[in-house]
């Protein structure tokens, strides 16, 4: 337990230290004689909308496979709250939206959008169709 | 301002090597090389007795660090000798991929054609480094080929039209290419790269007792200056390496601050199993061997030698004003635990 929050702190101070202390957010990393890689320390998050109307959708729950489960809130903002990540550039990943609400908000399709790494270093804006809309 | 940075540089540094996550692998594939540089070192050659680690036997030693790394989050930096002289060099890649690493090669270029390069970015291949070290002349002097230039080149020209490889061109700065810098800058720049990098020679290796390829205190000054002016251009990303720290120049050189992260986020498996930090690192710093022991066992609990490097406070190190800034330089420039380093390029203030 102790361990896990020691961790999670010495992550954000990796994100918070390396944000301030370097020229960029995004860095070159490479060891002696061997290629760059480019990397982001990042916390995703973003916000959910309808795709018609552009309201922000609460109750909505958002997964990828970065491994991380977050719920919307009333304004359509979901956060991972797991922790910071550190991602390379030109890594892709899923990222799938679901009402899990049954009708409380409307009832939405699933999404699944594929995002890259880069695109993370921004709040993500996603939209969704109504089910009603869709048929 | 860059006081600040400073610290929170340091403050970065000991964060990172507490956490001491494995992000960067290198995989001495081969010592067989299809050139025999001057300034390898590594000195491979092109006939070795020594045959090729199986992939099968480092894959088998990987497979650990899946379950405590995130897919993506672990490059394994495949090198040698020449990794494209394996022929199953994309096949090893496609498999790196589906156990969920990232790849990428160090090449100096010569088998790097059209074919080869479809079949590598297919197989997944998101990094690459060719070598480039002066222009036609000095850089076939250099590799010891009068093709060599020519088949950079055009691994080069491939490179940089592919948009979605990580790349980078290195040039060994010596003597002989010092003042072609930037004639070098012009054609790399017609030739559509945007990523470079400067080194400098270490004497190590078949460099080692090679004079004419080390450069003089005056002469890696000019080089830095070259770096910081073309830097402030923007017309190419430029960048020294992390081979030592710089003193004065520390924020014109390069994105951060000098940090040797050998040990700390960089391990290896070398040719005959062992387990280190940088290839170039003496070998007298191995930390056990994959035919042995757990890889990620020894990643937890071994490197101690680089990860507490106040043992590296001797020699001209041992009065430094700069050590907690520099934490004594490079890994690659001591020859052995409790040797002082082999070279400084620490430029202060006048």
């Known amino acids: 337990m102790f361990k896990h929050l020691k961790e999670k702190k010495q992550k954000l101070l990796r994100f918070l230290f390396g944000s301030f202390s370097f020229t960029a ?31 922000p959708i609460g109750g909505l729950q958002v997964t990828s496979d970065l491994g991380f489960t977050a719920t919307t809130d009333q304004n359509g903002i979901f956060i991972d709250s797991s922790e910071v990540r550190h991602l390379y550039e030109y890594s892709e ?36 169709k109504k089910v009603s809309d869709a048929q | 301002m860059s006081v600040l940075k400073r610290f929170l540089s340091r403050v970065f540094r000991k964060n990172e090597t507490e956490i001491h996550e494995l992000s960067y692998l290198f995989w001495e594939c081969t010592w067989r090389c299809n050139l025999a540089c001057r300034h390898c070192g590594s000195d491979c050659k092109a006939e070795t007795n020594v045959t090729d680690m199986p992939f099968a036997d480092f894959l088998r030693a990987i497979e650990p660090l899946e379950q405590r790394y995130p897919r993506d989050t672990v490059v394994i930096a495949i090198t040698g000798g020449e990794p494209l002289l394996r022929n199953d060099l994309a096949d090893c890649g496609r498999a790196l991929r589906q156990h969920g690493f990232r790849w990428g090669i160090v090449t100096n270029g010569m088998l790097y054609d059209e074919a080869r390069h479809r079949e ?89 007792g090679d004079r004419e390829l080390m450069l003089s205190r005056t002469q890696v000054e000019e080089m830095l200056q070259f770096i910081a002016a073309t830097r402030k251009e923007g017309r190419i990303d430029l960048k020294f390496s992390c081979e030592a720290y ?12 000098f940090f040797c992260r050998a040990g700390i986020n960089i391990g290896s498996v070398l040719l005959n199993g062992d387990i280190c930090a940088c290839p170039n690192i003496n070998r007298s710093f191995r930390q056990c061997n994959i035919y042995e022991d757990n890889l990620l066992d020894v990643w937890d609990n071994r490197f101690q030698v680089m990860r507490d490097r106040t043992w590296m406070r001797c020699g001209m190190c041992a009065k430094c004003k700069d050590f907690k800034q520099c934490l004594g330089g490079a890994m690659h420039l001591r020859p052995a635990y409790g040797e002082p380093i082999r070279r400084c390029y620490n430029f202060r203030e006048r």
């Open chain 2, 120 to 208: 590598l970015v297919a197989a997944g291949l998101s990094s690459i480094t060719v070598s480039l070290d002066g222009l036609e002349e000095t850089h076939n002097w250099l590799r010891q080929h009068p093709q060599s230039f020519q088949r950079a080149l055009r691994a080069l020209r491939l490179i940089a039209n592919e948009s979605q490889l990580i790349y980078d061109v290195v040039t060994c700065v010596h003597g002989r290419n010092l003042k072609e810098l930037p004639q070098l800058k012009e054609l790399l720049i017609a030739n559509g790269i945007r990523h470079w990098r400067l080194f400098t020679i270490a004497p190590i290796g078949r460099a080692a």
């Open chain 2, 246 to 257: 710089t003193g004065k120049y520390e924020e014109e050189v390069r994105d951060s601050y």
């Open chain 1, 25 to 55: 957010l995004m860095f070159t990393f490479q060891a002696c004689y061997g290629m760059p890689e480019r990397t982001f320390d990042t916390i995703v998050q973003g916000k959910v909308t309808d795709a018609e109307t552009s309201e």
């Open chain 1, 93 to 128: 990943y899923l990222i799938t939206v679901t009402d899990v609400d049954s009708t409380e908000n409307g009832q939405y399709e699933r999404l699944d959008t594929v995002v890259w790494a880069s695109d993370l270093t921004q709040p993500l804006q996603l939209q969704v």
